[in-house]
């Protein structure tokens, strides 16, 4: 289905009934991306699955938005679907927009989901030096017989130092993944109150494992369920399980 959302054409689904359960994907991929979770859950939710903006069907942003214009867009899209509550979950860089909505409006999240997700990885150090690097790089790839060489240089840059691949990727987002690529949440994860689950990849090798330690451990209260035997889209390789985990805490037994 489409909605207009802050002059956007913005594509979604919503499936089944009850309580409401958003879905927001990773990085390059769209809502569609659920549908073996939607088929699993909509007789006991009310799922909805956002194309964000520069995804899918969706329109692209007018011009590079940062997690704050991601964050505002998620706020429009509540109000004009009369969302006034919902468990949000969020797959990778979905996961991030996830917890700063929580973290922003904690009335409208019911419980949190974090699904390998990104955000902790880069120090403030590590994210000056990556700056301090590609402007240098900038300078020396500017000199007529080295300007062939730039697009390899930044794509090995990316791949290998910073190992941020979505970036190869981001296409005419480019400048949206610029802005992303900097956000830190650390200092944002202990003030989450809401309710957490996080589930993560026992191989993830995009946000490996350690880092949903991490945020487990800022996080107060949360839990942590590890899936072995799966990658960076855990939801996909062991939908089962996934499933499981999630309705049990969603559903606790005594209900």
């Given at each position: 289905?489409?909605?207009?959302?802050?002059?956007?054409?913005?594509?979604?689904?919503?499936?089944?009934?009850?309580?409401?359960?958003?879905?927001?994907?990773?990085?390059?991929?769209?809502?569609?991306?659920?549908?073996?979770?939607?088929?699993?859950?909509?007789?006991?939710?009310?799922?909805?699955?956002?194309?964000?903006?520069?995804?899918?069907?969706?329109?692209?942003?007018?011009g590079?938005?940062?997690?704050?214009?991601?964050?505002?867009?998620?706020?429009?899209?509540?109000?004009?679907?009369?969302?006034?509550?919902?468990?949000?979950?969020?797959?990778?860089?979905?996961?991030a927009?996830?917890?700063?909505?929580?973290?922003?409006?904690?009335?409208?999240?019911?419980?949190?989901?974090?699904?390998?997700?990104?955000?902790?990885?880069k120090?403030?150090?590590?994210?000056?030096?990556y700056?301090?690097?590609?402007?240098?790089g900038?300078?020396?790839?500017?000199?007529?017989?080295?300007?062939?060489?730039?697009?390899?240089?930044?794509?090995?840059?990316?791949?290998?130092?910073?190992?941020?691949?979505?970036?190869?990727?981001s296409?005419?987002?480019?400048?949206?993944?610029?802005?992303?690529?900097?956000?830190?949440?650390?200092?944002?994860?202990?003030?989450?109150?809401?309710?957490?689950?996080?589930?993560?990849?026992?191989?993830?090798?995009?946000?490996?494992?350690?880092?949903?330690?991490?945020?487990?451990?800022?996080?107060?209260?949360?839990?942590?369920?590890?899936?072995?035997?799966?990658?960076?889209?855990?939801?996909?390789?062991?939908?089962?399980?996934?499933?499981?985990?999630?309705?049990?805490?969603?559903?606790?037994?005594?209900?």
């Amino acid at each position: 289905m489409l909605t207009k959302i802050n002059s956007l054409n913005i594509n979604y689904t919503r499936t089944g009934a009850g309580p409401n359960l958003l879905f927001l994907h990773g990085w390059s991929l769209s809502g569609a991306v659920f549908s073996p979770l939607t088929e699993k859950l909509h007789d006991r939710f009310t799922v909805w699955a956002i194309d964000l903006p520069g995804f899918g069907q969706s329109d692209p942003p007018p011009g590079p938005w940062g997690n704050e214009e991601y964050i505002s867009f998620l706020n429009s899209f509540f109000k004009s679907k009369a969302l006034e509550k919902a468990v949000v979950a969020g797959h990778s860089f979905g996961g991030a927009l996830a917890a700063m909505f929580a973290h922003r409006y904690p009335a409208k999240v019911t419980k949190l989901i974090l699904i390998d997700t990104a955000g902790t990885r880069k120090t403030k150090l590590k994210l000056i030096a990556y700056r301090a690097i590609a402007s240098l790089g900038k300078t020396i790839f500017s000199f007529p017989y080295l300007k062939n060489m730039k697009q390899a240089a930044r794509d090995n840059f990316y791949r290998y130092a910073v190992k941020e691949t979505d970036y190869l990727n981001s296409g005419s987002l480019e400048g949206t993944f610029k802005k992303i690529i900097n956000r830190d949440l650390n200092e944002i994860y202990p003030q989450i109150k809401i309710p957490t689950l996080i589930i993560w990849g026992e191989n993830d090798k995009v946000t490996p494992l350690k880092e949903g330690l991490k945020i487990q451990q800022l996080i107060p209260d949360s839990q942590l369920k590890i899936i072995e035997n799966a990658g960076h889209h855990v939801f996909l390789e062991k939908p089962e399980q996934f499933c499981k985990i999630l309705l049990e805490f969603l559903i606790p037994q005594s209900q």
